[in-house]
């Protein structure tokens, strides 16, 4: 039951992210424009170290369509794809942050090297304009004030976890009381 919940909601959480990708992608036709070329070809993005404490997350597996979009594999993801892409997921709260705050994290790469730096220019280059959509649902002028507070918010928390991160970096690993600390012997 548990399982079958879980592989429901990471299916919809596939799809959902392939939707929201797929927005901002058709948002800007020079994004489009580069992967058509790579229209048929396939990606496969791996978690390495999920943690077997939380749900287990779908195949996340994806073609290139040939108007230059993204197509989530599912249940029928090729063995052999034409990108890897391989991301550290032990801490997926820290990547999160890491993410949040702006911080891009370290991918190793393996397989078509022109794909991977169309894929690369897109990461680097492409955002979401959520003002923009935000004037489709309720004007410019309140969509406006709406993304400057977000971006205020988005400002204060890349901050917040930029302190963070450096306390937690500089704060000295404490052993508890009668145990001996760990080092060379």
């Known amino acids: 039951m548990f399982h079958a919940l879980a592989s429901s ?3 919809a959480l596939a799809q959902r992210l392939t939707l929201l990708v797929n927005h901002v ?4 036709e020079v994004a489009t424009r580069r992967l058509r070329v790579h229209g048929g070809r396939s990606l496969r993005l791996q978690l390495d170290g999920w943690p077997a404490l939380l749900p287990p997350l ?6 290139v369509t040939p108007a230059g979009l993204l197509e989530w594999c599912g249940a029928d993801a090729p063995h052999d794809v034409d990108l890897q892409l391989r991301l550290d997921a ?11 705050s702006g911080e891009q994290p370290r991918v190793d790469v393996q397989g078509d090297a022109q794909f991977a ?7 680097d280059n492409l955002r979401w304009d959520v003002q923009d959509d935000l004037e489709r649902l309720v004007g410019p002028a309140p969509a406006h004030e709406i993304a400057r507070i977000g971006r205020l918010l988005a400002s204060g928390l890349r901050q917040a976890l930029r302190t963070l991160s450096g306390l937690a970096a500089r704060t000295p690993r404490t052993e ?3 145990e001996p600390a760990a080092g060379p012997r």
């Open 9 to 11: 909601f990471g299916s």
């Open 25 to 28: 992608l058709a948002a800007e």
């Open 58 to 63: 779908p195949e996340l597996a994806f073609r």
């Open 90 to 100: 032990a801490n997926p709260a820290l990547l999160l942050a890491r993410l949040a």
């Open 117 to 123: 730096a169309d894929l690369s220019w897109l990461m």
């Open 176 to 178: 508890p009381p009668g």
